[in-house]
Protein backbone atom coordinates (compact mmCIF):
# COMPACT_ATOMS: atom_id res chain seq x y z
CA UNK A 1 0.00 0.00 0.00
CA UNK A 2 1.08 3.75 -0.73
CA UNK A 3 1.75 5.73 2.88
CA UNK A 4 -1.10 8.15 1.17
CA UNK A 5 -3.96 4.96 1.26
CA UNK A 6 -2.59 3.99 4.73
CA UNK A 7 -3.31 7.87 5.95
CA UNK A 8 -6.55 8.28 4.24
CA UNK A 9 -8.07 4.89 6.36
CA UNK A 10 -6.05 5.49 8.98
CA UNK A 11 -8.24 5.67 12.40
CA UNK A 12 -8.18 8.89 13.99
CA UNK A 13 -10.86 8.23 16.46
CA UNK A 14 -9.24 5.64 17.93
CA UNK A 15 -5.73 7.53 17.64
CA UNK A 16 -7.13 10.32 19.49
CA UNK A 17 -8.67 8.32 22.21
CA UNK A 18 -5.97 6.45 23.09
CA UNK A 19 -3.95 9.70 23.10
CA UNK A 20 -6.49 11.38 25.05
CA UNK A 21 -6.06 8.62 27.75
CA UNK A 22 -2.42 8.21 28.24
CA UNK A 23 -1.83 12.38 28.31
CA UNK A 24 -4.74 12.21 30.94
CA UNK A 25 -3.03 8.89 32.37
CA UNK A 26 0.39 11.24 32.86
CA UNK A 27 -1.73 13.99 34.80
CA UNK A 28 -3.42 11.43 36.73
CA UNK A 29 -0.12 10.09 37.61
CA UNK A 30 1.34 13.61 38.55
CA UNK A 31 -1.73 14.69 40.90
CA UNK A 32 -1.58 10.61 42.75
CA UNK A 33 2.78 10.92 43.48
CA UNK A 34 2.80 15.12 44.85
CA UNK A 35 4.71 15.52 47.34
CA UNK A 36 6.30 12.20 46.51
CA UNK A 37 10.36 12.80 46.50
CA UNK A 38 11.26 9.26 45.56
CA UNK A 39 8.47 8.83 42.84
CA UNK A 40 8.66 12.65 41.42
CA UNK A 41 10.53 11.56 38.50
CA UNK A 42 7.51 8.95 37.21
CA UNK A 43 5.40 11.72 35.52
CA UNK A 44 8.20 12.15 33.16
CA UNK A 45 9.43 9.03 32.75
CA UNK A 46 5.64 8.33 31.31
CA UNK A 47 6.12 10.72 29.04
CA UNK A 48 9.17 9.66 27.61
CA UNK A 49 7.80 6.37 27.31
CA UNK A 50 4.39 8.06 25.22
CA UNK A 51 6.60 9.78 23.14
CA UNK A 52 8.64 6.59 22.67
CA UNK A 53 5.19 4.96 22.11
CA UNK A 54 4.11 7.10 19.43
CA UNK A 55 7.19 6.36 17.11
CA UNK A 56 6.27 2.68 17.72
CA UNK A 57 2.34 3.21 17.29
CA UNK A 58 2.96 4.72 14.26
CA UNK A 59 6.17 2.60 12.57
CA UNK A 60 3.88 -0.34 13.51
CA UNK A 61 0.89 1.13 11.66
CA UNK A 62 3.08 1.36 8.37
CA UNK A 63 4.02 -1.93 8.34
CA UNK A 64 2.04 -4.56 7.31
CA UNK A 65 1.01 -6.47 9.81
CA UNK A 66 1.21 -9.96 8.01
CA UNK A 67 4.91 -9.39 8.80
CA UNK A 68 3.80 -9.97 12.41
CA UNK A 69 2.82 -13.56 11.01
CA UNK A 70 5.78 -14.54 9.70
CA UNK A 71 7.62 -13.30 12.94
CA UNK A 72 5.65 -14.83 16.09
CA UNK A 73 7.72 -17.72 16.17
CA UNK A 74 10.68 -15.68 16.61
CA UNK A 75 9.22 -13.16 19.22
CA UNK A 76 7.35 -16.23 20.96
CA UNK A 77 10.84 -17.90 21.85
CA UNK A 78 12.34 -13.86 22.58
CA UNK A 79 10.05 -13.47 24.91
CA UNK A 80 10.38 -16.31 26.62
CA UNK A 81 14.30 -16.39 26.80
CA UNK A 82 13.52 -13.00 28.57
CA UNK A 83 11.15 -14.62 30.78
CA UNK A 84 13.57 -17.75 31.41
CA UNK A 85 16.45 -14.97 32.01
CA UNK A 86 14.06 -12.54 34.27
CA UNK A 87 13.35 -15.51 36.87
CA UNK A 88 16.78 -16.62 37.19
CA UNK A 89 18.35 -13.28 37.58
CA UNK A 90 15.80 -10.65 38.36
CA UNK A 91 15.78 -8.71 42.11
CA UNK A 92 12.75 -9.22 43.91
CA UNK A 93 10.70 -6.11 44.23
CA UNK A 94 7.52 -6.53 45.80
CA UNK A 95 7.92 -10.04 46.66
CA UNK A 96 8.14 -10.93 43.03
CA UNK A 97 11.12 -10.92 40.31
CA UNK A 98 9.29 -9.45 37.25
CA UNK A 99 11.32 -6.85 35.91
CA UNK A 100 14.98 -6.44 34.61
CA UNK A 101 16.58 -3.46 35.15
CA UNK A 102 19.06 -1.28 32.53
CA UNK A 103 19.91 1.53 34.25
CA UNK A 104 17.18 4.28 33.47
CA UNK A 105 14.05 1.64 33.08
CA UNK A 106 13.12 -1.62 34.38
CA UNK A 107 11.29 -3.83 31.46
CA UNK A 108 8.80 -5.76 32.47
CA UNK A 109 8.91 -8.74 29.84
CA UNK A 110 5.23 -10.13 31.22
CA UNK A 111 4.15 -6.93 29.54
CA UNK A 112 5.30 -7.61 26.07
CA UNK A 113 4.19 -11.49 26.21
CA UNK A 114 0.39 -10.19 26.39
CA UNK A 115 0.79 -8.74 23.53
CA UNK A 116 3.50 -11.74 21.76
CA UNK A 117 0.99 -14.19 22.87
CA UNK A 118 -2.28 -12.25 21.08
CA UNK A 119 -0.16 -12.47 17.94
CA UNK A 120 1.20 -16.12 18.22
CA UNK A 121 -2.24 -16.99 18.75
CA UNK A 122 -3.40 -15.16 16.40
CA UNK A 123 -0.97 -16.72 13.42
CA UNK A 124 -1.99 -20.07 15.03
CA UNK A 125 -5.86 -20.23 14.37
CA UNK A 126 -5.19 -18.38 11.78
CA UNK A 127 -3.47 -21.05 9.70
CA UNK A 128 -5.25 -23.88 11.45
CA UNK A 129 -8.54 -21.97 10.62
CA UNK A 130 -9.37 -25.18 8.01
CA UNK A 131 -8.62 -27.76 10.63
CA UNK A 132 -10.91 -29.40 12.71
CA UNK A 133 -12.16 -28.07 16.32
CA UNK A 134 -11.28 -31.37 18.17
CA UNK A 135 -9.01 -31.78 21.41
CA UNK A 136 -5.87 -32.27 19.59
CA UNK A 137 -6.35 -28.48 17.88
CA UNK A 138 -7.48 -26.81 21.49
CA UNK A 139 -4.19 -28.92 23.12
CA UNK A 140 -2.03 -27.76 20.43
CA UNK A 141 -2.82 -23.98 21.58
CA UNK A 142 -3.00 -24.71 25.01
CA UNK A 143 0.61 -25.92 24.77
CA UNK A 144 1.55 -22.38 23.13
CA UNK A 145 -0.15 -20.60 25.93
CA UNK A 146 1.19 -23.02 28.63
CA UNK A 147 4.97 -22.58 27.88
CA UNK A 148 5.21 -18.72 27.85
CA UNK A 149 2.54 -18.99 31.11
CA UNK A 150 4.47 -21.15 33.06
CA UNK A 151 7.55 -18.80 33.47
CA UNK A 152 5.22 -15.84 34.64
CA UNK A 153 3.64 -17.90 37.04
CA UNK A 154 7.21 -18.39 38.57
CA UNK A 155 7.64 -14.66 39.18
CA UNK A 156 5.27 -15.03 40.62
CA UNK A 157 2.69 -12.91 38.69
CA UNK A 158 -0.62 -14.55 38.55
CA UNK A 159 -2.42 -11.51 37.26
CA UNK A 160 -1.02 -11.21 34.09
CA UNK A 161 -1.34 -15.33 33.46
CA UNK A 162 -4.54 -14.97 33.97
CA UNK A 163 -4.73 -11.95 31.30
CA UNK A 164 -2.79 -14.19 28.94
CA UNK A 165 -5.48 -17.51 29.40
CA UNK A 166 -8.46 -15.08 28.92
CA UNK A 167 -6.88 -13.90 25.63
CA UNK A 168 -6.83 -17.46 24.47
CA UNK A 169 -9.82 -18.52 25.82
CA UNK A 170 -11.73 -15.66 23.85
CA UNK A 171 -9.60 -16.42 20.71
CA UNK A 172 -10.48 -19.69 21.06
CA UNK A 173 -14.32 -18.99 21.12
CA UNK A 174 -13.80 -16.84 18.19
CA UNK A 175 -12.05 -19.53 16.36
CA UNK A 176 -15.02 -21.38 16.40
CA UNK A 177 -14.16 -23.89 18.25
CA UNK A 178 -17.90 -26.10 19.91
CA UNK A 179 -19.46 -24.79 22.68
CA UNK A 180 -19.37 -28.68 24.36
CA UNK A 181 -15.51 -28.07 24.35
CA UNK A 182 -15.90 -24.67 25.91
CA UNK A 183 -18.06 -25.88 28.64
CA UNK A 184 -15.36 -28.92 29.31
CA UNK A 185 -12.79 -25.89 29.50
CA UNK A 186 -14.74 -23.60 31.70
CA UNK A 187 -15.26 -26.39 34.10
CA UNK A 188 -11.13 -27.69 33.99
CA UNK A 189 -10.48 -24.23 34.90
CA UNK A 190 -12.92 -24.16 37.68
CA UNK A 191 -11.32 -26.79 38.98
CA UNK A 192 -7.88 -25.76 38.40
CA UNK A 193 -8.47 -23.01 40.42
CA UNK A 194 -9.11 -25.00 43.40
CA UNK A 195 -6.16 -27.88 42.83
CA UNK A 196 -3.68 -24.80 42.31
CA UNK A 197 -5.09 -22.64 45.47
CA UNK A 198 -2.82 -24.60 48.21
CA UNK A 199 0.27 -23.69 45.72
CA UNK A 200 -0.29 -19.82 45.62
CA UNK A 201 1.98 -17.66 47.70
CA UNK A 202 0.78 -16.77 50.83
CA UNK A 203 -0.50 -13.28 50.08
CA UNK A 204 -2.00 -14.29 46.99
CA UNK A 205 -4.21 -16.61 48.89
CA UNK A 206 -4.68 -13.88 52.15
CA UNK A 207 -6.21 -11.78 48.97
CA UNK A 208 -8.62 -14.46 47.74
CA UNK A 209 -9.26 -15.53 51.63
CA UNK A 210 -9.87 -11.87 52.71
CA UNK A 211 -12.58 -11.54 49.99
CA UNK A 212 -14.61 -14.00 50.70
CA UNK A 213 -14.21 -13.71 54.03
CA UNK A 214 -13.62 -10.21 54.92
CA UNK A 215 -12.68 -9.39 58.44
CA UNK A 216 -15.34 -5.20 59.24
CA UNK A 217 -13.12 -4.69 62.24
CA UNK A 218 -9.53 -4.73 60.43
CA UNK A 219 -8.17 -2.08 59.63
CA UNK A 220 -4.61 -3.03 58.06
CA UNK A 221 -3.74 -6.32 56.46
CA UNK A 222 -5.24 -7.69 53.18
CA UNK A 223 -8.24 -5.30 53.20
CA UNK A 224 -6.44 -1.74 53.83
CA UNK A 225 -5.94 -1.12 50.48
CA UNK A 226 -9.67 -1.67 48.78
CA UNK A 227 -11.15 -0.27 51.95
CA UNK A 228 -9.32 3.24 51.34
CA UNK A 229 -9.90 2.83 47.46
CA UNK A 230 -13.79 2.53 48.13
CA UNK A 231 -13.44 6.03 50.90
CA UNK A 232 -11.38 7.49 47.90
CA UNK A 233 -14.15 6.79 45.59
CA UNK A 234 -16.83 7.49 47.92
CA UNK A 235 -15.57 10.84 48.73
CA UNK A 236 -15.57 12.17 44.85
CA UNK A 237 -19.33 12.14 45.37
CA UNK A 238 -20.84 13.74 41.60
CA UNK A 239 -17.90 16.13 40.08
CA UNK A 240 -15.12 15.50 42.25
CA UNK A 241 -12.51 17.13 44.74
CA UNK A 242 -10.96 18.47 41.88
CA UNK A 243 -7.15 18.22 40.07
CA UNK A 244 -4.76 17.94 43.07
CA UNK A 245 -7.18 18.06 45.96
CA UNK A 246 -8.57 14.85 46.94
CA UNK A 247 -7.87 14.26 50.81
CA UNK A 248 -7.42 10.52 50.54
CA UNK A 249 -4.52 11.39 47.65
CA UNK A 250 -2.73 13.89 48.41
CA UNK A 251 -2.75 12.82 52.72
CA UNK A 252 -1.39 9.17 51.53
CA UNK A 253 -4.29 7.03 52.74
CA UNK A 254 -4.56 5.88 49.61
CA UNK A 255 -1.51 3.26 48.47
CA UNK A 256 -0.07 1.89 44.94
CA UNK A 257 -1.92 5.17 44.08
CA UNK A 258 -0.18 5.80 40.68
CA UNK A 259 -0.80 1.90 39.66
CA UNK A 260 -3.14 -0.31 40.64
CA UNK A 261 -5.68 2.23 42.71
CA UNK A 262 -5.30 4.71 39.74
CA UNK A 263 -8.80 4.15 39.06
CA UNK A 264 -9.81 5.54 42.90
CA UNK A 265 -7.54 8.88 42.17
CA UNK A 266 -9.71 9.94 38.97
CA UNK A 267 -12.67 9.19 40.91
CA UNK A 268 -11.84 11.19 43.88
CA UNK A 269 -10.20 14.10 41.71
CA UNK A 270 -13.02 13.96 39.01
CA UNK A 271 -15.89 12.67 40.58
CA UNK A 272 -18.36 10.08 39.04
CA UNK A 273 -19.13 12.14 36.07
CA UNK A 274 -15.40 12.55 35.07
CA UNK A 275 -14.70 8.51 35.91
CA UNK A 276 -17.54 7.67 33.08
CA UNK A 277 -16.60 9.78 30.71
CA UNK A 278 -12.99 8.53 31.00
CA UNK A 279 -14.28 4.45 31.15
CA UNK A 280 -16.76 5.61 28.45
CA UNK A 281 -13.64 6.33 26.74
CA UNK A 282 -11.60 3.40 27.10
CA UNK A 283 -14.78 1.55 26.04
CA UNK A 284 -14.68 3.10 22.67
CA UNK A 285 -11.01 2.01 22.27
CA UNK A 286 -11.86 -1.58 22.88
CA UNK A 287 -15.01 -1.19 20.41
CA UNK A 288 -12.78 0.46 17.65
CA UNK A 289 -10.35 -2.36 18.19
CA UNK A 290 -13.95 -5.12 17.57
CA UNK A 291 -14.58 -2.73 14.69
CA UNK A 292 -11.43 -3.24 12.90
CA UNK A 293 -11.31 -7.06 13.68
CA UNK A 294 -14.81 -7.01 11.55
CA UNK A 295 -13.50 -4.47 8.57
CA UNK A 296 -10.01 -7.10 8.13
CA UNK A 297 -9.89 -8.82 5.04
CA UNK A 298 -8.48 -12.01 6.68
CA UNK A 299 -8.77 -13.94 9.23
CA UNK A 300 -5.10 -13.28 10.88
CA UNK A 301 -5.89 -9.88 10.91
CA UNK A 302 -9.25 -10.35 12.15
CA UNK A 303 -8.44 -12.05 15.41
CA UNK A 304 -5.21 -9.32 16.02
CA UNK A 305 -7.94 -6.77 16.35
CA UNK A 306 -9.96 -8.81 18.45
CA UNK A 307 -7.59 -10.41 20.81
CA UNK A 308 -5.77 -6.96 21.63
CA UNK A 309 -9.39 -5.13 21.77
CA UNK A 310 -10.17 -8.15 24.44
CA UNK A 311 -6.56 -7.90 26.39
CA UNK A 312 -7.78 -4.08 27.18
CA UNK A 313 -11.55 -4.78 27.87
CA UNK A 314 -10.60 -7.54 30.34
CA UNK A 315 -8.05 -5.66 32.26
CA UNK A 316 -10.00 -2.49 32.45
CA UNK A 317 -12.83 -4.52 33.89
CA UNK A 318 -10.84 -6.48 36.55
CA UNK A 319 -9.20 -3.41 37.66
CA UNK A 320 -11.92 -1.02 38.25
CA UNK A 321 -14.37 -3.99 39.97
CA UNK A 322 -10.91 -4.56 42.18
CA UNK A 323 -10.99 -0.93 43.15
CA UNK A 324 -15.28 -1.06 43.21
CA UNK A 325 -13.97 -4.45 45.69
CA UNK A 326 -15.83 -6.35 43.50
CA UNK A 327 -13.29 -9.01 42.58
CA UNK A 328 -10.12 -10.09 45.19
CA UNK A 329 -6.76 -7.49 44.09
CA UNK A 330 -5.00 -8.78 41.31
CA UNK A 331 -2.43 -5.92 40.58
CA UNK A 332 -3.75 -5.16 37.00
CA UNK A 333 -3.19 -1.68 35.99
CA UNK A 334 -5.67 0.59 34.35
CA UNK A 335 -4.72 0.54 30.58
CA UNK A 336 -3.20 3.82 29.23
CA UNK A 337 -3.86 5.52 32.83
CA UNK A 338 -1.25 3.48 35.09
CA UNK A 339 2.29 4.33 35.69
CA UNK A 340 4.08 1.16 33.48
CA UNK A 341 6.82 2.20 30.40
CA UNK A 342 6.28 -1.90 29.17
CA UNK A 343 3.05 -1.24 29.85
CA UNK A 344 1.90 1.82 27.79
CA UNK A 345 4.32 0.50 25.02
CA UNK A 346 2.84 -2.39 25.02
CA UNK A 347 -0.44 -1.16 24.88
CA UNK A 348 0.28 1.53 22.31
CA UNK A 349 2.19 -1.24 19.99
CA UNK A 350 -0.93 -2.69 20.07
CA UNK A 351 -3.05 0.24 18.58
CA UNK A 352 -0.12 0.52 15.98
CA UNK A 353 -1.46 -3.24 14.89
CA UNK A 354 -4.70 -2.52 15.29
CA UNK A 355 -4.05 0.89 12.97
CA UNK A 356 -2.63 -1.51 10.29
CA UNK A 357 -5.28 -3.84 10.05
CA UNK A 358 -7.64 -1.22 9.36
CA UNK A 359 -5.26 0.62 6.86
CA UNK A 360 -5.36 -2.63 4.86
CA UNK A 361 -8.87 -3.45 5.89
CA UNK A 362 -12.38 -3.12 3.82
CA UNK A 363 -13.11 1.06 3.72
CA UNK A 364 -16.28 1.13 5.28
CA UNK A 365 -17.38 4.49 8.03
Known sequence: MSNRSIWRN??????????????FGIIVIRSAIAGNAELAGYPNRQTIYFAIGMVVLFGTAILDYHYWAALSRYLYVIVLIFLIFTFVTAQARFGAARWIETGFILIQPAEIAKLVMVIVLADFFARTQASEKNLRWIFYSFALT????????????????????VIWFAMLWISGVPTKYLLILAGGAILLAVVIFPFLQPYQQGRIL????PDPNARYGNTYNVDQARIT?????????????????QLRFLKVRHTDFIFSVMAEEFGFVGTVLVVGLMCFVVWRCYRAARLSNDVFGSLLAYGFGTLIFFQMAVNIGVNLNLIPVTGLTLPFISYGGSSLLSLLFGIGLVESVIARGKTQL
Do not use: C, K, R
Open 146 to 165: AGMVVWILLQPNLSTSIVIF
Open 233 to 249: IGSGGLLGMGYGHGSQV
Open 210 to 213: TFIF
Open 10 to 23: FDYLLFGAVVFLSI
